[in-house]
């Protein structure tokens, strides 16, 4: 075995295993972001958690954008639909939210 392959293989087994424990953070991530959804659809339409979820696409962003790191359509979406941070945007959010089943509905 060549020092080369040896050194390949190394690094490969560093790769997937960081790639295995991002892709677990991003599964936390896409469970926080359906939670706070449907908290607002069911519960509590509130800025707060509006500003939660800013929070959230915020870390997100840089993933996708700085990174270009592959992130299942649901993050990509939720990403686009929470790109726009200012006030009118976080009442169209809600409004989103609760009146539009679809929004973010990936069962």
Not at 3 to 8: D, G
Not at 11 to 24: A, P
């Given at each position: 075995m060549?020092?080369?392959?040896?050194?390949?293989?190394e690094q490969?087994?560093v790769?997937?295993?960081?790639?295995?424990?991002?892709?677990?953070?991003?599964?936390?991530?896409?469970?926080?972001?359906?939670?706070?959804?449907?908290e607002?659809?069911?519960?509590?339409?509130?800025?707060e958690n509006?500003y939660?979820?800013?929070?959230?696409?915020?870390d997100l962003?840089?993933?996708?954008?700085?990174?270009?790191?592959p992130?299942?359509?649901y993050?990509r979406d939720?990403i686009?639909?929470?790109?726009?941070?200012?006030?009118?945007?976080v009442?169209?959010?809600?409004k989103?939210?609760?009146?539009?089943?679809n929004?973010?509905?990936?069962?």
């Amino acid at each position: 075995m060549s020092i080369k392959y040896s050194i390949l293989i190394e690094q490969l087994e560093v790769f997937i295993s960081s790639r295995n424990q991002i892709d677990r953070i991003l599964h936390d991530y896409e469970n926080e972001i359906k939670n706070i959804v449907n908290e607002i659809k069911k519960h509590d339409p509130s800025v707060e958690n509006i500003y939660k979820l800013f929070s959230i696409q915020n870390d997100l962003s840089a993933l996708l954008y700085k990174y270009n790191y592959p992130l299942s359509d649901y993050l990509r979406d939720f990403i686009y639909e929470f790109d726009r941070q200012d006030e009118e945007s976080v009442f169209y959010l809600i409004k989103e939210i609760v009146e539009n089943k679809n929004f973010l509905n990936y069962g």
